[in-house]
């Protein structure tokens, strides 16, 4: 069974500056996706960055990218320039095979100060 | 487009009883699933539908059931309520359910058993 594990229950970072979060899975699967969902307030999930297993290049979506390590299983995420809106609960997460689910991890809570 | 739209919003019942939760996806997207997300277990997958057949399904006991209709929309329906049945239960939506389609989630119904 594949799982997810996010080492890290709670960050902060100051405004303007950069985060990491991390984010170790396992499988047995060669085909499979990683995702970084955040969570605001609101609860509502939305699609932070998405990276294809058998691309080596790390995805990236403006202030937001992601360090894959397949061989290390490490799915991180890295936010730069933090904003105040980027506060919010992360979730890493897997989607592999033909299981139609996603499994998440416990979650990272960002804080971001002013 | 529309997004995927849960209801209802906040719910409140006593053990014992059982309840009924909707989940509207987007529009041309078949692909509905569920999960239950609480403070200590995080996000749990409990079932997938696709085209109103159950493709896969979590660890969950019988009392938690889903279906689907012929236009995609889901219902969830939890009997026999019992007070750690208290949870966020949010619905994805996905255009196809494959492990590479983004999942795109309602705000979900937060259910409290008493």
């Known amino acids: 069974a594949q799982t997810v594990t996010q080492s890290q229950p709670e960050m902060s970072v100051q405004e303007a500056e950069t985060v990491t979060l991390s984010c170790t899975y396992d499988?047995?699967?060669?085909?499979?996706?990683l995702f970084w969902y955040k969570q605001p307030p609101s609860r509502q999930m939305i699609l932070v960055i998405r990276?294809?297993?058998?691309?080596?290049q790390n995805a990236t979506e403006n202030r937001f990218s992601v360090n894959f390590q397949k061989a290390a299983k490490s799915f991180s995420l890295k936010i730069s320039d933090s904003q105040l809106g980027d506060a919010a609960m992360y979730f890493c997460?897997?989607?592999?095979?033909?299981?139609?689910?996603?499994?998440f991890g416990k979650g990272t809570l960002l804080t971001v100060n002013p | 487009k529309a997004g995927v739209t849960q209801t209802p919003r906040y719910l409140i019942k006593t053990r014992g009883q059982q309840v009924t939760l909707s989940c509207s996806p987007i529009?041309?997207?078949?692909?509905v699933s569920w999960y239950q997300q609480t403070p200590g277990q995080g996000l749990q997958f409990l079932f997938e539908?696709?085209?109103?057949?159950?493709?896969n399904k979590g660890n969950f006991p019988g009392r938690f059931s889903g279906r689907q209709f012929s236009n995609s929309r889901s219902e969830m329906n939890v009997s026999t309520l019992e007070l750690g049945d208290s949870a966020l239960y949010l619905c994805?939506?996905?255009?196809?359910?494959?492990?590479?389609?983004?999942?795109?989630f309602g705000q979900g119904t937060r259910l409290t058993v008493v």
């Open positions: 499988t047995s699967e060669s085909d499979y996706y």
């Open positions: 529009s041309g997207h078949r692909s």
């Open positions: 994805a939506s996905r255009y196809d359910g494959t492990a590479n389609t983004e999942a795109f």
């Open positions: 997460a897997y989607s592999g095979g033909s299981n139609y689910k996603l499994t």
């Open positions: 539908y696709f085209s109103e057949t159950q493709r």
């Open positions: 990276q294809e297993a058998y691309k080596q």
